[in-house]
């Protein structure tokens, strides 16, 4: 059912039963709609620290200064250039799939999501590993747009406001790709 109409939707591929539901992925709280949208924004900015800081290194000439990290102890004085912004943003993106996952598999356990069969005789291992497999299904389908616009829908302004956001931070990626290709070819 369409969330908006409270009515069947429409399948895409002439097959009944086949879609599936954005209002199904997200927990009925308004706390698992923020967590998504908060960490879409945390994503798209980690991107945008990736981008800006490679910039700021090509326009700065940063970017020989990792030929200068030979050991571990040289590693925080070569973090302390414009490299700082990008060591952020991968950071970043590297603990936002766990914080993702993480999320993913509190709503699994939280709304008792599982896999079912007929004469169900799988082990406890079994059903665990099932749910650590759904709950990685969840974390893919909570990143869609359909999962977003849900989301959006159900925390109102907040909602909004967290979009807007999100959407300013790919413009400003977008500005920040612009801003490398410049650097490269002023150099």
Same mark, same amino acid.
């Given at each position: *059912?369409?969330? @908006?109409?409270?009515r069947?939707?429409?399948?895409?591929? +002439?097959?009944?039963?086949? %879609? &599936?539901?954005?209002?199904?992925a997200l #927990?009925? %709280? @308004?706390?698992?709609a /923020?967590?998504?949208? !908060?960490?879409?924004?945390?994503? /798209?900015? @980690?991107?945008?620290?990736? &981008?800006?800081?490679?910039?700021?290194?090509?326009? /700065?000439?940063s %970017?020989d200064? *990792? $030929?200068e990290?030979? @050991?571990? $102890?040289t590693?925080?004085p070569? =973090?302390?250039?414009? =490299?700082? !912004?990008?060591?952020?943003g991968?950071v970043?993106?590297?603990?936002?799939?766990? =914080?993702?996952?993480?999320?993913?598999?509190?709503?699994?356990?939280?709304?008792?999501?599982?896999?079912?069969?007929?004469?169900?005789?799988?082990?406890?291992?079994?059903?665990?590993? $099932?749910?650590?497999?759904?709950?990685?299904?969840?974390?893919?389908?909570?990143?869609?747009? #359909?999962?977003?616009?849900?989301?959006v829908?159900?925390? +109102?302004?907040?909602?909004?406001?967290l $979009?807007v956001? #999100?959407?300013?931070?790919?413009?400003?990626?977008a500005?920040?790709?612009?801003? &490398? !290709?410049?650097? &490269? #070819?002023?150099r």
């Amino acid at each position: *059912m369409t969330a @908006s109409e409270g009515r069947p939707a429409a399948p895409r591929d +002439g097959v009944p039963g086949r %879609e &599936v539901d954005a209002v199904g992925a997200l #927990a009925p %709280e @308004s706390w698992d709609a /923020t967590a998504v949208l !908060v960490l879409r924004c945390l994503r /798209t900015a @980690s991107i945008l620290l990736v &981008v800006a800081g490679v910039a700021v290194a090509v326009a /700065t000439g940063s %970017e020989d200064r *990792m $030929d200068e990290v030979t @050991s571990p $102890d040289t590693v925080l004085p070569a =973090l302390a250039t414009p =490299l700082a !912004v990008l060591a952020v943003g991968v950071v970043l993106r590297v603990l936002i799939a766990p =914080l993702a996952y993480a999320l993913a598999a509190a709503f699994v356990l939280h709304d008792r999501r599982h896999l079912t069969r007929r004469h169900d005789a799988r082990s406890t291992w079994s059903r665990l590993s $099932d749910r650590a497999r759904l709950a990685g299904a969840y974390r893919a389908l909570r990143w869609t747009n #359909a999962v977003r616009d849900e989301a959006v829908d159900r925390l +109102g302004r907040r909602g909004q406001h967290l $979009d807007v956001a #999100a959407t300013a931070l790919r413009w400003l990626t977008a500005l920040a790709v612009v801003g &490398v !290709v410049v650097a &490269v #070819a002023r150099r």
